[in-house]
């Protein structure tokens, strides 16, 4: 657009220039277009919104950012308080199980001797005709077993309990420190980009508000050439006769803001005249222009428009920002609760070690003692076999002796009879010569003799199957072979 200044009698121009209510209308409209002052007002509050925005942001990153690099500095040390908990619950449940399947091992043996004694018979020789059968096991206080085996349970449930508290606060500390470190958005212990604020939070604002700042500078261009036009519009209708009036009348009523960058001149009654060539020059112009003015007035509402949008998308960052700061703060909180509680977890994993090395102590005497049992009623059973053996050697050495005797009772037979034929000899060679009285004992039998137990109660050993002996040798040779 463009402006000039000149005056001449509009009977002098009807031929060459548009009509004076053509001119009227270009004023008008002008004046019309002035109204999009509006739009450049609009325009520039954005910019300092977009201003203040800018500034606002940089300080709610900032703090962001560093409550965040607090935070993430805090998490990696309750990392690594976390790490140690763990290796403390791995290195107890190794130890834990390795102990509960050195228990299983002893009960599994154990129970296998017992089963062992419930499936042994005793044989029915060394026992009362009139009782029913028995087994080794009614030979057994099973009730030491079960005792035992109870204290050990309850030594195991001790240890049990305190294990699933401690993982338990785990489990809560690793959901905390997780739910935390989600909100931050960061992998504890992978590089330094925990040191940063997040990509996805870099203000597009720098750039918005410097293409703002280049619209308002074309707005404002728009728009005073729209006020030149406006201008130049009054300048020619009051320099033609009969429109001195209506262009005062028309400028006097103009938008805030607009009405005093236009000459006070061109408000005064009595206009000064110009050249033809002039205002010719000036109606050219005007006529010129006048096409322009939608064209500027669209562009300028354009600019707006876009400027609405682009401060949409700062005020939807500004609300990520505050969101986000909103999480880092939650977080950072969450996080002075879990730093709260830490004497807590840790205490916790004190009282396990302590409860464990305390149960495990009796744990391990208790299975000492589990052992020990085991080992009686395995000597039991190894008993039992050696008494059936010495029941058969008793048997054996009973027969051997009984032999022995039945031989000499028929030795001594023997010697008795041949002593009575000897004596009986003497008689007759010699008795018609020897008076009886000579000795008493000349006519006395000779002594008879016979060998028979001393005690009253004659011991009754069991005559025990030689199957059962050899069974029992069997077991005794195979306990023997295993033991060397």
């Known amino acids: 657009m463009a402006s000039s200044t000149s005056s001449l009698p509009q009977d002098d121009l009807a031929r060459e220039s548009p009509s004076l209510d053509t001119l009227i209308s270009h004023l008008l409209a002008a004046k019309r277009a002035l109204s999009c002052v ?3 007002y609009r325009a520039n509050d954005l910019v300092t919104m977009t201003r203040q925005a800018l500034e606002s942001h940089t300080i709610m990153t900032a703090r962001t950012a560093f409550l965040r690099n607090g935070s993430i500095s805090q998490v990696n040390v309750l990392a690594k308080v976390q790490v140690r908990k763990e290796e403390l619950v791995t290195e107890s449940n190794k130890q834990f199980e390795s102990i509960v399947k050195r228990l299983d091992v002893a009960d599994a043996r154990l129970r296998k001797t017992l089963q062992t004694l419930r499936e042994s018979t005793v044989d029915a020789k060394l026992r009362p005709e009139q009782e029913q059968g028995k087994h080794l096991i009614d030979f057994v206080d099973e009730s030491g077993v ?28 690793e959901d905390e420190l997780s739910s935390i470190r989600k909100t931050l958005n960061t992998d504890v212990g992978k590089g330094d980009g925990s040191l940063h604020i997040a990509s996805d939070l870099e203000s597009p604002v720098p750039a918005i508000l410097q293409d703002m700042e280049e619209r308002v500078k074309i707005m404002a261009e728009d728009l005073e050439s729209l006020v030149k036009h406006f201008d130049l519009c009054v300048t020619v209708i009051k320099h033609i ?9 028309v400028a006097g009523d103009l938008p805030d803001g607009v009405g005093q960058n236009l000459s006070e001149a061109l408000l005064e009654p009595d206009a000064e005249d110009i050249g033809s060539e002039a ?7 005007v006529e010129k222009d006048a096409g322009e003015v939608e064209d500027v ?18 005020t939807s960052h500004t609300n ?12 950072f909180h969450a996080l002075e609760k879990v730093e709260s509680q830490l004497p807590q977890y840790v205490g916790q994993g004190h009282t396990l070690a302590a409860r464990w090395a305390e149960e495990k102590i009796k744990i391990e005497d208790l299975m000492d003692e589990l052992e020990e049992l085991r080992l009686f009623y395995d000597g039991f059973l190894c008993a039992y076999d050696s008494l059936i053996v010495e029941v058969g050697r008793r048997k054996a050495m009973e027969g051997h002796i009984e032999k022995i005797l039945r031989d000499a009772n028929r030795k001594v037979e023997r010697l008795l009879e041949e002593e009575m034929a000897e004596r ?14 000579i000795w008493p004992g000349l006519m006395t039998a000779p002594t008879r003799y016979r060998v028979q137990p001393l005690e009253e109660e004659i011991e009754v050993v069991p005559d025990i199957s030689k199957s059962v002996i050899r069974a029992a040798i069997h077991r005794i040779s195979g306990k023997s072979s295993v033991a060397g």
């Open 241 to 249: 006769e009969g429109g001195g009036a209506i262009a005062r009348k």
């Open 38 to 40: 509006e739009y450049v």
């Open 424 to 437: 009986e000899a003497f008689k007759v060679d010699q008795g018609d010569f020897l008076p009886v009285d």
């Open 279 to 285: 205002l010719e020059e000036m109606i050219s112009i």
């Open 297 to 314: 007035v669209f562009g300028t509402r354009d600019h707006l428009y876009e400027m609405e949008s682009q401060f949409d998308s700062i």
């Open 320 to 331: 990520h920002l505050l969101h986000h700061y909103a999480e880092v703060s939650h977080a």
């Open 146 to 173: 079960d005792g035992l085996l109870g204290r050990i349970r309850d030594s195991v449930t001790v240890v049990s309990d305190a294990r699933h508290d401690y993982e338990g606060s785990n489990r809560s500390m």
